[in-house]
């Protein structure tokens, strides 16, 4: 969309000084007039019964002046990498199944929200969010997205009990919470936040993928009632000991990168794990891994670069692995021939 243009002054007549009033008011009006035509062109080779717009990098700032109210059967609505702050024009267009306002400039989730209760995919991430609210109507939504927010609080989502796909990642969030009635969830994400200790998640047994890379979990607790889960993300964080997933047998991808490790363990029963990444630990013995992780005849992959048994003979390493864990297929980025 072309920037919005003020007509400059050498187009308009200085008014005499006894038509001033008369003819500010005039300029007034003509300048929003010209604002709100030059909106509704960004829209204008849509028809009225359009069902998907995508106004992707447009540089708009608003939503007023585009004319939304005359797409009566619009299901998509697409405005990512805009300037937009203020979602309430979004009110009217109660056929809407997506709405997507990643990276734009949201300070909130405004009321006009509420009305559009046939959502089922909202992502507003990479705003400037501090809050969590104005969903509770939302109760169709299957997948909602604030990657990348100032969100503190996992908070009112108490009615969505039909999402599956929750993403929070990237935020300033503590404590995982307030997730007890989202008992359809499949996965969720949580990584780089602030917080210390996994909890909060026993009501999510459905939940297949949990990401909480990049946090300051010490503990690996809390994933009893987790008897669906498939893939298990914690790397980047202080863990010293892999433990507590005894029900947690579907594991198929563990990922334990860069944590404080100093020795594979609690792992022996995953007989369906296919991915193991322990890159970035202080693993240095052979002995374990093989005694770890030989039995486990699903194991495809493994990342063990960037440890103590890796550093200590670079020029041994793969082929010490390759003959303790024969089953593999990868390891580290290399494919095994």
Not at 106 to 111: A, I
Not at 154 to 166: A, K, Q, S
Not at 229 to 236: A, D, F, N, P, Q
Request: aromatic residues 6%; hydrophobic residues 35%; contains cysteine.
């Amino acid at each position: 969309m072309p920037e919005q243009t003020i007509v400059e002054g050498e187009t308009l007549c200085r008014p005499k000084e006894n038509e001033e009033e008369d003819a500010s008011g005039s300029e007034s009006e003509t300048e929003v007039n010209e604002i709100v035509d030059d909106q509704q062109d960004v829209l204008s080779e849509y028809p009225d019964t359009e069902t998907r717009i995508e106004l992707m990098h447009s540089r708009l700032d608003s939503l007023a002046g585009l004319g939304l109210e005359r797409f009566r059967a619009l299901e998509y609505f697409g405005c990512r990498q805009n300037l937009i702050k203020d979602l309430r024009p979004l009110s009217s267009l109660t056929t809407l199944l997506e709405v997507d306002f990643y990276d734009n400039r949201l300070k909130r989730v405004d009321e006009g929200l509420e009305q559009l209760t046939q959502l089922t995919s909202l992502d507003l991430s990479f705003n400037k969010i501090r809050r969590i609210e104005n969903v509770g109507m939302l109760t169709q939504l299957s997948e909602l997205f604030f990657v990348s927010n100032k969100i503190q609080r996992i908070e009112n989502l108490n009615t969505l009990r039909m999402l599956t796909n929750l993403e929070l990642g990237a935020n300033r969030i503590r404590r995982i919470e307030g997730l007890d009635e989202l008992v359809a969830l499949e996965q969720l994400y949580l990584g780089k936040n602030k917080i210390t200790k996994l909890e909060g998640l026993g009501k999510l047994t459905r939940l297949r993928v949990l990401s909480i890379q990049s946090n300051r979990i010490v503990t690996l607790e809390g994933l009893e009632d987790l008897v669906a889960l498939e893939e298990l993300y914690l790397s980047h964080n202080g863990i010293e000991v892999i433990q507590g997933l005894d029900s947690n047998t579907r594991l198929t991808i563990l990922d334990v990168t860069s944590n404080r490790l100093t020795a594979l363990s609690g792992i022996g029963h995953l007989e369906q794990l296919e991915d193991l990444w322990a890159s970035g630990n202080q693993l240095d013995s052979f002995e374990n891994i093989e005694r770890t992780c030989a039995p486990l005849q699903a194991l495809r992959t493994v990342y063990f670069e960037f440890n103590p048994l890796q550093r200590a003979q670079p020029a041994n390493y793969r082929r010490k692995v390759m003959l303790a864990l024969p089953q593999l297929t990868q390891i580290d980025a290399t494919l095994c021939r």
